[in-house]
């Protein structure tokens, strides 16, 4: 990208590729009723996000959950004023809450990756409905499946990779996470019992449906006995390969 980072300009100047849509935020803040020192401090976290992303050669456009992870954590060493590296987790939900106005604003796009997975977890409560499960219990199900449609997509992990390993993973992970529009947290996330039953019945249906593969049933102590005792064995594993 052309533009020059060292030369970021504040929004109220002229000529940045983008201020066009910090001036629309900045409006939609102030609609918002965001006194003057909080929207001063949002446009400071979306200039400090557009001279990451020009320094990485990306545009706005480019912009989802993934790049906001890693923008979130990202070692800071970019040019600009003292106050871009100070509480920059803090601003994580205002970010979020950028994603949101861009992709109302079609500048950004849903990944298509959760656009796919919303559609197999609404097809999921679809067949929920017609076994009779109530609206309220649908609702839990949809919040608990798009939680784990986000979590796969901020770990890259497609959903026909899912397994028993990936899921516990998932019911234990520290979470923070967010998508505009898709899914949005409310208490902090324990992998409760609850959602872990909930999870299994969605796993079984992606089972069901040809999705997920099959579980991988290792055979336990007794079950290798029991095979010992009717003169069967089990399939040699394979040496594992040691790197030099
Ligand atoms: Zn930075
Ligand atoms: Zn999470």
Same mark, same amino acid.
């Given at each position: 990208?052309?533009?020059t ?10 000529? /940045?590729?983008? @201020? #066009? ?14 006194c003057?020192? %909080?929207?001063?401090? *949002? %446009?400071?976290?979306? %200039? ?8 990485? !050669? ?5 912009? #989802? ?16 004023? &003292? ?18 106005f861009?992709? /109302? ?6 990944p ?6 919303? @559609? ?10 017609? =076994? !009779?499960?109530?609206? #309220?219990?649908?609702?839990a199900?949809?919040?608990r499946?798009? &939680?784990?449609? $986000? ?22 992970h520290? *979470?923070? *996470? ?6 949005s947290?409310?208490? @902090? ?23 997920a ?10 079950? /290798? $006995?029991?095979l010992? =005792? ?5 399939p ?9």
């Open positions: 990208m052309s533009s980072i060292t030369s970021m300009a504040p929004p109220e100047a002229g000529g /940045e590729p983008d @201020r #066009d849509i910090v001036q629309r935020y900045k409006a939609r803040l102030q609609a918002l009723g965001y003057r020192s %909080l929207t001063a401090k *949002c %446009l400071r976290t979306i %200039l400090h996000l557009i001279t990451w992303l020009s320094l990485n !050669g990306a545009g706005i456009e480019t912009l #989802d959950i993934r790049v906001l992870h890693h923008f979130l954590n990202h070692d800071c060493a970019c040019p600009g004023p &003292h106050g871009y590296r100070k509480n920059l987790q803090r601003g994580g939900w205002h970010l979020h809450r950028f994603l949101g861009l992709m /109302e604003t079609g500048r950004a796009r849903m298509a990756e959760i656009e796919a997975g919303g @559609r197999v977890v609404e097809a999921f409560l679809q067949s929920l409905v017609g =076994q !009779g499960y109530v609206p #309220d219990s649908i609702a199900y949809r919040k499946c798009r &939680h784990l449609i $986000v979590w796969l997509y901020l770990h890259d992990i497609a959903l026909v990779g899912i397994d028993d390993e990936v899921v516990s993973r998932f019911l234990s520290d *979470c923070a *996470c967010v998508h505009p529009h898709f899914f947290r409310g208490n @902090r996330f324990v992998g409760s019992r609850n959602s872990r039953s909930r999870i299994g019945v969605f796993i079984d249906y992606l089972i069901d449906a040809g999705i593969p099959p579980r991988h049933t290792r055979p336990n102590k007794e079950h /290798e $006995v029991l010992h =005792q009717l003169g069967m064995t089990l040699q594993q394979p040496a594992p390969r040691i790197s030099t």
